[in-house]
């Protein structure tokens, strides 16, 4: 199916390696031109080197997104994006007691702060010029609260609501704004979390893989699975989807049991 992205350009953070990597190499297969902010030079001049087998024009800007002013110096330096992809971020893992405020204000400036002054900068753009699009990958911590990740399911959900809110009207000024809430993706942040895990409960941390057999399907969403519905919603194909916050989580969010329940047949 082609999407009718060729030619146009978009933005995408945290686009150094997992979930943003794989949107750019989703968009870049559609023939976007590209802009790759993250905060890793290597990780840029890589992922540039490999998405240039596209034929697109790439551009790459190492960014420390938390930094005052650093978005509006982002949108002065890539004027005219089709798509803003938000999607850096590293919100910390723990409990409110676990997770004292100066990790928890960290966590929030790059993801949460992140994406609205962004979203700020662009959307001001786009409406002036009555076109874009907007795609937030947030995470299914908006759906699944989770006491043990206190910080990620409280920002997560005040971006899913912030999602909506600006979405819910963006369509009367031709933009759009939308959400994607992964699931469990095979990154190396999943995976460290895993090895951990297996360390602690099967003696052997490369026997992660067994932690995931009653999971849906039995392994991790696949970064490229994530990827492909971002440039699908950026698409004119999705022209009606404006809002709204997908789920791409192989149905985990829509259980009543934790991932490692093991699955009976009826």
Known sequence: MDLGLRGKRALVTGASQGIGRACAESLAREGCHLE?????????????AQLSAHGIDIAIHPLDLTRQGAARDLANACPGIDILVNNAGNTPRGTLLEVDEDTWRKGWELKIFGYIN????YYRAMVERRSGVIVNVIGIGAEKLEYAYAAGSTGNAALAALTRAI???????????????????????SKRGLRARAARELGDAERWPELTQHWPRGFLIRPHEIGDVVAFAASERASALSGVVVTVDAGFSARGYPYDTAVRPA
Not at 173 to 183: D, E, F, T
Request: no cysteine.
């Open 36 to 48: 790759l902010v993250a905060r890793n030079r290597d990780g840029l001049e890589t992922a540039r």
């Open 118 to 121: 962004l979203t700020r900068e």
């Open 167 to 189: 979405g819910s009207v963006s369509l009367e000024y031709g933009v759009r704004v939308l959400g994607v809430n992964p699931g469990w993706v095979e990154t190396e942040k």
